[in-house]
C-alpha cells in the first residue's frame, strides 16, 4: 500500500469511527431520554455511517488501483 493510500485509509477510519460514535452518543441519549430528535439523528448517523464506508470502498478504493 502507498503513503497516499495509507493517508486515505487512516482518514477514513478516523471519520468513520467519529461518525460512529456520534450515533451511539444518540442512540444512548434515545434509550435513555425517549426524545424522538435524538433517534432520527442517530438514524442519520448510521445512514452516514454506512455511505462513508460504501462510499470509501467503492470510489476511493477503486480509484487507487
Known amino acids: 500500500m502507498s503513503e497516499q493510500g495509507k493517508r486515505a485509509l487512516k ?3 478516523e471519520f468513520w469511527l467519529l461518525i460512529g460514535l456520534l450515533a451511539a452518543f444518540n442512540l444512548f441519549n434515545y434509550f435513555r431520554s425517549g426524545s424522538k430528535l435524538f ?20 470510489y476511493v478504493r477503486k480509484r487507487e488501483e
Open 11 to 13: 482518514i477514513f477510519l
Open 39 to 58: 433517534l432520527v439523528v442517530a438514524i442519520i448517523c448510521i445512514t452516514g455511517f454506512i455511505g462513508w464506508a460504501l462510499f470509501y470502498f467503492l
